[in-house]
Every structure is written in C-alpha cells, then in structure tokens.
C-alpha cells in the first residue's frame, strides 16, 4: 500500500480541547493529551484524522485521566508551550518538532532533531527522530539480551522464536519472544524520562547505531502515537509507566517457590520419583512442571493416557507432598479432522482459526504438525480457550505455562526444522467491529493468549489467583503472566546476561521473571549450574529448567557439593519469602521491580549507569553473582551515602566502595544495606509446609543508629486481598541520644497472621549476644521493646 508521504510545515492554528492541544499544520494534526503533570501523549495524524482506540494493549482512554491544570502559551515566535506544574513542552512551529523541558530550571529532558519534522514516508511507515545527548543512558526495551545499557543498538519489536543460530539467541540477537516498545533515558544525577511508543506494528528503536546520537523511532504503520512520562528518578517513571499498561497482581505464594522443570519429565512415575527425590533429599521445592509429552500426541488440553493414566490422582499425591503442577499449553491446535479432537473440532466449527486474506485456514507446522491457529485477538476465541483450561484444572493443574506463542511456526513439518514462518501481514484478525490484520497485531498473540488463559482461569476459579507462564508478551504482558527468557544456553556469558536481561525488564514493567537457571540448550556443568542457581534462587521467578537432548539437570545431578550448594540456596530462598512477597506486594502496588538495575537506586551516582554484573532486590538487598569460571573473587561496587553496607554473611559492616569479595565455589557475594530490617522465615520444604511461625528480623543499622523493615501479608492464595484482607507490619528501630535501642512493630490491616516467635538479630551481633527471642507476637501485633545498647542482650 503506498500513501503520500508526508511532513509537517507551518504550524496554522492551536486549538485547546479540554485536556487536548491539537496543533493543525496544514492537512496534518499533532494532537498533545495532558493526561497529568508529568505524562503527556503525543500524536501525530498526518492526514489530520487520528485513529480511534484499540481496545487490546492500553486500557485507559485518555478521557480517564482526571483533568490537570496547564496553560498553552504563545508569544514565543518560534514554538508554543505547553505548561504543566512540572513540565513544558515545545512544539516548534516551523515542521512541528518537540522539546520537554523540567519546568523548574528549564533544563531539556527530551528533543527531538531540531529542523527535522516527524515523518510519514509512502509505505505507511513513521518515523520520529530525538536527540541523544552524550551523557545520556539508555534502559528497557522489554527483554533483550547483551549488557544493560543499549547505546548503539538497533531494537525491532517483533515477537519472534530467535533460533537463527546453532545457539538461539545471543549478545548480537535482535528481536526476541517479548516486544516491548518502551525506554527509558537517564542522565547521572538529572534523571530522565520514559517513552512508550504505543504502536503495536512492527516498531523499531534505533539507539545511536545507524547515526550516533541520533535515536530514530519507527512504525510499520499505524499511527505516531507515544507517551512521554517524566521521572525524573528512575521508581518514577517505572511508577508511572505500569500506571499506564498496568501491573502485576499478587500471585498465589506458592508460585514465589522454586521450580522444577525439563523438557520433559514423563510418565508419571518419573514425576512421582522426582516429587520423592527432593523431599528425600530434604531439597525445598515446591512446583513441577510439565512439557509437551504429557500431551496425547501434542494435543492441547489432552492427557496422554498411557504416561498419565489417572492425572487428578498424580496432582493430589503430588499436593500432598507440597507439590503443585503446572502444565505447557502451546497454541498451535492440531489440525485433526473427523478425529473427535473435541478443540480442534470446537474451534472448527465456531470459526475460530485464523484464515488468511484471501480466506483459507492459516496453516502452520509446530509439535502437533499440520497446525491451526486461534485468533485471539476475537473476545469470543478468548473466552473459548480460557474455558478450555477447566478440565486442567478439574484435574488439579495449578498453573498454565504458554509456550510457543510469538507464534512461533514452521513451513516443515517439525523434526525437520524448516523455516520459521508467520502467519501473513495481511491475514485478518480480530472482532469484526474492530478488524484488524495480522501486522496490527502480531505482537498481541502471546499476550492475548495469556489474557485468554488468565481471564478463563479468574473465571473458572473466581477466588485463586492464577499463575501463568509465558515466552510471548506486548507492553502491559505483567498484568496476566509471568515471563522467562526462553532458551538460553549453558554458558557463563548467559548467566552474566540473565542479570541485566531481567533488570531490563523489570525497568519495562516486567518484574515476575526469570531465566531457565542452568542454561536450556547443551550440557553446561557443575560450576555454572551452581553459580546459576545461587543467582537464580533471588529471581523473582525461579526455575530449573533444560532441553530434552542435555544431560539430567535437577540439584543432586552433579554430585553431592553441587547439591549442598543447591540446598543452601534453595533454603536460603525459602527463608527469604516472606520478604519476597513483602515485594511482590510492593510491586503489586507500584510497578517497582523486584530485581533492579544498581541505577534504579543510585542514579545520582554516574558509576552505576553501566553496572550490569550486580543488582539490588528491593532497595536492601545487593546479589553480586559470580558468572566466570574459576573465579573466586569478584569486584562489587557498594555505592555511597546507602546508609553504609554490610556483609551478610558474616554481618561486618563493609568500609570499602571497591571491594573484591571473596566468592568460593558455593559463595554468593550479598550485601544488605545499613538502616535495613529483613524479615526472614524459618527454612521449610514448600511454602505452605506451616505458617510463618518463626520470623527473624535481622537488623542492620545505618549510621545513625535506626533501621526499618516491612513485612506484608494475606492468606497467599486467594483474591481475599483485594478486598483488603491483608495486614502489613512495620518494624522500627532507632537508638536514643541516651543510647537505649527501641524496637517498634506496628501493624495496620485486618488478616490476622498465625501465632508466631519473633527472633531478633543485629548485625553485628551486640556483645555477647545470641539472638534474642522475643514473646510470641500478640494478636494486634504491635509491640515495643527497649534495649540499652551498652549492656549485653
Ligand atoms: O520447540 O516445549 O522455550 O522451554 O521446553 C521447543 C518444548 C518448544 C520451547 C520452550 C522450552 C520448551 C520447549 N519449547
């Protein structure tokens, strides 16, 4: 299709229209939305009519905002401004370009390249171009691979299956399984912006790598729509991007356990060995789960009934040991005539495979074979493939796992791995009020299919919450599932790669995520596989997981160090939850990640701008992994003016910025910062084993003496919160001028959490101090207590 290209000229007129600017140049419109002091949206129409909502990525309108104060101003004979509390923005009157500056000092956030106007050019395709200053940084991009900071990269959003090397994906990798066309820009000690380009085309990012400093953004088509949202700290505009594409509500505790996977462990006399294997071992875990085989000749929602004759029975034994299986659901459907395959057969009838332009059935080759495809992108196909979940349930499948769904396809059959192909540009999909080709939405296939699932299985069990899995996403994918990274490899440049990866993601919204711990393809061995689990049991999402031709890959499979490794973190994992779901809720909450960058924190301080090899979980705790082989010390950067830093381990403050940690094979270097509270569990085999019945606080001061910790909880499973169920406990300590320390709790909410001890840590320990064991909390759990620092506990 070609269409006049098309640039603007000469701003003719500005027209106010309630929380809308419309500035009219020519036949072409830019419309600017003030949805709130610091978040703006931008919109250009360049044959002046904007296109109407699609209902499946953002969900608000901007007509949900409440109405903000700002002021257009135009006596300037250059550009007209808009003024918000906090920002201007520019829009030149000569072609229409943009300049965000910080309305308190005027300082430029953001510019596009002066002289240049927004351009539609004669295949459809948009084009923005911004300036990229010398010391600014870049961060996002959804999941992408490499180190953090992606300066001088070419980013395509496009969900695809990268297998075009012998390895998958690598450093050099382009397009990955999650497209999502948001970045953020920072500057050392100005903070920055972020940008969500609301575009569900094919879109591109190209950061400085065809023109350094020039940062060109692209769309196959659609519309140049995107929204500017001011920090400037980094939590800012996390906060306030998730505002926008939403986040992630509380998942089921149990999904916070460690997971169990391999391609594929069948039947299920192998999973009831596994299952025994790790209570045996005494190695905690709690989730299994199960690849393709289980299937009847990878038939989704069947059982293969000689591998799996009695499923509910297996998931019942199973959860009597702690166990909750999660079951692959890919979304390729066998093409299976006259076979009694009841969802090919539904799907057959009721329409609701994508067919092709010219009105074909779209078929493709996956497991199955010759395959047809849902089209999720229908509000009918969703609720029928969510309702399709219940026999899995009924069965006592806890969580669902979507693979496979960039879609990934074949144009062999499989075995024989032919090309990767896609279901056609052109091919329509959707509702027909709202028809739309495959080029629109793409990128929504995953992520459809992970709101069909969720919405289906919110439906099927209206009080759990659902715990899904998925390779695919668009921006907004944390609102249904969780993500891993797909096929990594077993090599050490992916486990230093799994750090920023994960960072990445979190800054783009994505917080519940994890990589397959261990490396998917080849064999790896025994030191990767520990130092991969002692950075993969503080992934948000946690899981074991490897390809069918490797080697056995489970804890006790490389020898008996290996597994005291494994069971010290796995342990340490379990003491951790409830700090980790202390996380989850905050993130629930406020869209801040779990695993963040060391930026996120401390961007006043330009030396963590490209520190990938170190992350923070939450704001206390510091991971600085070993990921090279034979190492036994590392680097750590510990940043000033953090309230001082200590040692976990051994509890001893750290003096040092510069540290080389000492990290022998079963060693991950961990830091927790001063003025700190951890609010740590005993060790159990699952989570569910017993309540919290033991909570330790481990107490670190900062150099004033305080500290404070937070403990959030609910009953873990149910959607009882949302209805203010829940209860958080706040734990203070400060230290006198008389040098009395006072410890305070104070609790706020209703959920009454199980009669506990509370045991009590500082760190350093006071003189001759064992921990001291407080009275059971009360039922309130509010209570005080005050130590003289000078005498002994
Ligand atoms: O064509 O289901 O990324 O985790 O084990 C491979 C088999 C299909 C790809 C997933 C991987 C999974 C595998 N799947």
């Known amino acids: 299709m070609t269409v006049e290209s098309r640039v603007l000229g000469q701003l003719e007129r500005v027209d106010r229209n309630g929380q809308q600017v419309i500035f009219e140049f020519g036949p072409s419109r830019l419309a600017v939305a003030i949805l709130s002091d610091q978040l703006l949206r931008v919109r250009y129409a360049f044959d002046g009519q904007f296109k109407p909502r699609r209902s499946w990525a953002v969900t608000q309108d901007d007509s949900d905002y409440p109405a ?43 510019q596009d390249l002066p002289a240049y106007s927004p351009e539609r050019r004669p295949d459809g395709s948009l084009q923005s171009l911004k300036v990229m200053p010398d010391d600014e940084f870049y961060y996002g991009f959804g999941e992408r691979t490499s180190l953090l900071e992606k300066r001088g990269r070419r980013y395509t959003c496009w969900t695809t299956d990268p297998v075009d090397t012998d390895l998958d994906h690598g450093p050099g990798t382009d397009m990955m399984y999650q497209a999502i066309p948001f970045y953020m820009a920072l500057r050392p000690r100005l903070g920055g912006y972020g940008l969500f380009f609301n575009n569900t085309y094919k879109t591109v990012f190209d950061v400085g790598y065809k023109q350094p400093g020039l940062l060109e953004m692209e769309a196959a088509s659609g519309e140049l729509d995107y929204y500017l949202i001011y920090g400037p700290d980094p939590a800012a505009i996390v906060r306030r991007y998730t505002a926008l594409t939403g986040r992630t509500p509380l998942p089921p505790r149990w999904a916070l356990g460690y997971h169990q996977s391999r391609w594929s462990y069948f039947p299920e006399g192998r999973i009831r060995e596994l299952a ?6 005494r190695l905690p875990a709690e989730v299994i789960h199960l690849d393709i085989d289980y299937m009847q000749g990878y038939r989704v929602f069947t059982w293969d009934a000689e591998r ?3 499923p509910a029975r297996l998931c019942a034994d199973l959860a009597a040991q702690g166990f909750k299986v999660v079951t692959i659901i890919d979304p390729g459907v066998k093409y299976d005539p006259h076979n009694n395959y009841r969802v090919f057969d539904e799907g057959e009838k009721n329409d609701y495979f994508v067919r092709k332009a ?17 089209d999720f992108v229908r509000s009918d196909v969703r609720e029928w493939w969510g309702d399709l979940h219940r026999g899995l349930l009924e069965a006592g499948v806890r969580g669902i796992w979507n693979d496979m769904n960039e879609p990934a396809i074949a144009s062999t059959p499989f075995g024989e791995w032919g090309l990767h192909i896609q279901i056609p540009d052109d091919a329509p999909q959707g509702d027909e009020a709202e028809r739309a080709t495959h080029a629109e939405t793409h990128n929504l296939y995953g992520y459809l299919e992970d709101r069909a699932t969720y ?59 994890g990589t397959d711990i261990g490396g998917f393809w080849g064999a790896g061995g025994a030191e990767l ?65 779990l695993l963040r960058p060391m930026l996120y924190q401390f961007w006043h301080d330009p030396a963590t701008m490209l520190l990938h090899d170190q992350v923070m979980l939450g704001q206390a705790l510091l991971l600085a992994p070993v990921y090279r082989p034979g190492a036994e010390r590392r680097y750590v950067y510990l940043p000033q003016g953090a309230g001082g830093w200590y040692d976990f381990w051994s509890g001893e403050p750290i003096e040092e910025t510069h540290l080389l940690a000492h990290a022998p094979f079963d060693h991950l270097p961990l830091y927790v910062r001063g003025g700190s509270i951890l609010t740590l569990g005993p060790v159990m085999q699952y989570s569910d084993e017993r309540p919290l019945d033991l909570l330790s606080l481990e107490i670190y001061l900062d150099e004033r003496g305080q500290a404070e ?39 706020a909410g209703v959920f009454q959490p199980a009669p506990r001890g509370v045991e009590i840590r500082f760190h350093p320990p006071r003189p001759r101090s064992g921990p001291l064991l407080h009275r059971l909390e009360d039922d309130a759990g509010n209570w005080q207590i005050t130590l003289d620092s000078a005498t002994p506990l």
Request: include cysteine; aromatic fraction near 12%; hydrophobic fraction near 40%.
């Open 68 to 110: 903000v104060h700002f002021e257009v101003v135009e006596d300037n004979p250059v550009f007209v401004e808009i003024r918000t509390a906090r920002l201007k923005l520019r829009v030149r009157r000569d072609k229409g370009g943009l300049e965000l500056l910080d309305a308190a000092d005027d300082r430029l956030i953001m």
């Open 276 to 281: 025994e294997s790790f209570r045996a071992r």
């Open 308 to 310: 799996f004759p009695d």
């Open 358 to 374: 010219d009105g074909e059935l779209f078929h493709g080759y996956v497991w199955p074979d010759d395959s047809v495809f849902p």
């Open 455 to 513: 919405e289906g299985l919110r439906r099927l069990q209206p009080d759990t919450r659902p715990f899904l899995l998925t390779r695919a996403g668009y921006a907004g994918i944390q609102r249904y599932s969780a993500v891993w990274t797909g096929d990594n490899s077993a090599l050490w440049e992916h486990l230093e790669m799994a750090m920023p990866q994960l960072a990445n993601l979190g800054l783009s919204g994505v917080s519940f995520a």
């Open 529 to 593: 596989w520990a130092r991969w689990i002692e950075f993969g049991a503080f992934s948000a999402f946690s899981r074991g997981h490897s390809a069918l031709d490797t080697p056995p890959k489970e804890p006790w499979a490389w020898g008996e160090t290996v597994e005291r490794i494994a069971r010290k973190y796995l342990e340490l994992r379990y003491r951790f939850l409830p700090f980790l779901y202390t996380l989850f809720e905050e993130n629930s909450r406020t869209g801040a990640p």
């Open 709 to 747: 910790g937070e403990l959030y909880e609910d009953d873990g499973t149910s959607q009882a919160y949302q209805r203010g169920e829940s209860c958080r406990t706040t734990y203070t300590v400060t230290t006198e001028p008389d040098g009395m320390i006072r410890l305070t709790a104070r609790r």
